[in-house]
């Protein structure tokens, strides 16, 4: 079963109008009703909520959703594989990200040659 239908099924159960979740939850009854269509997903932390009112876990209401879990992998995998791609650390890279290690190197190198007169 679909987020969409777990949420309608839930709420209605409840005997709970769409308004009456939008207002706990602090949203509009048209982002409950695009929810119920299979429209658009809620949050992570949205539906973290919504678990937490309906009395399931979060793992109930999300699992079996094929297309959410798709979706969520879609989401956190581009960041995963953009680093992947990225090409290697040139010098000039290395040294606008890491210049702040000049000044302990630095100081260790004075302090050994100071160290050897």
């Known amino acids: 079963m679909e987020i969409s239908a777990?949420?309608?099924v839930l709420r209605e159960q409840k005997h709970?109008?769409?308004e009456a979740l939008a207002e706990i939850l602090g949203i509009t009854r048209q982002s409950i009703s695009q929810w119920e269509l299979n429209k658009v997903y809620p949050s992570i932390d949205i539906l973290s909520k919504v678990s937490d009112l309906l009395d399931v876990t979060l793992d109930e209401l999300i699992k079996?959703?094929?297309q959410f879990k798709r979706i969520i992998i879609d989401t956190y995998q581009?960041?995963?594989n953009a680093?992947?791609?990225s090409h290697p650390m040139n010098g000039w890279e290395f040294l606008a990200r890491?210049?702040?290690l000049f000044f302990?190197?630095?100081g260790m190198i004075w302090w050994m040659i100071q160290s050897l007169n």
Request: proline share 10%.
């Open 6 to 8: 777990k949420i309608k």
């Open 16 to 18: 709970w109008s769409q």
């Open 64 to 66: 079996g959703d094929k």
């Open 78 to 80: 581009q960041p995963v």
């Open 83 to 85: 680093l992947k791609k």
């Open 98 to 100: 890491f210049w702040w």
């Open 104 to 106: 302990p190197v630095a």
